[in-house]
């Protein structure tokens, strides 16, 4: 399992949803446009500081009041569901039901990326996003089943989930990830 979301899609979706070209993102990180080009690629990897400024770059949040009703709408929510950010896999926020399957307290992970989390087959369908359009248009959902990850902090299950794309107020966009079987 990867432990650490790779960075140059997210990067790549980060832009591809946000309509931003490499030169403007290269710019805003201080470096070259070809450097952005071979992150994304996979061909360079950045270094911690420069992955801290990318993951800054482009994470989404609901820490602002344009986004506190969605935030409270998912956190009463009666299904287990979570609010990601589509780029990065930071949990924004999860309902009672989705954080009370979890053995880890909800306040560690809000603000942190699920990915480390992710099962094969979760790993899998994120792989195969680009090639399905996903970034092309907003609104996008897709079902897919897991076979679980086998972890006790912050199990996935065997189920099928639901993934839908929601627009958030700063621009960025979210994952709403349900569980529907």
């Given amino acids: ?82 609010l990601i950010c589509d780029a990065t896999h930071t949990l924004l926020a999860a309902s009672r039901s989705r954080a009370a399957s979890w053995r880890t307290d909800i306040s560690d992970l809000i603000g942190r990326s699920l990915w480390r989390f992710a099962s094969p087959e979760i790993e899998a369908a994120e792989a195969g996003l680009f090639e399905r359009g996903w970034f092309e248009r907003p609104y996008q959902t897709l079902e897919v089943r897991t076979e679980g990850n086998g972890r006790s902090d912050v199990p996935v299950p065997r189920s099928h989930m639901l993934w839908e794309t929601l627009p958030l107020a700063d621009g960025r966009v979210g994952r709403l990830t349900t569980t529907i079987g």
């Fill in 1 to 82: 399992m990867i432990s650490e979301l790779p960075i140059g899609p997210a990067l790549r979706r980060f832009r591809r949803l946000n309509m931003v070209k490499q030169s403007a993102v290269a710019e805003a990180l201080g470096v070259s446009q070809g450097c952005v080009s071979r992150w994304e690629s996979g061909s360079h990897r950045p270094d911690a500081a420069q992955r801290a400024r990318i993951v800054a770059l482009i994470s989404a949040s609901v820490g602002n009041d344009h986004d506190a009703g969605l935030k409270r709408l998912v956190e009463s929510s009666q299904r287990p569901v979570h």
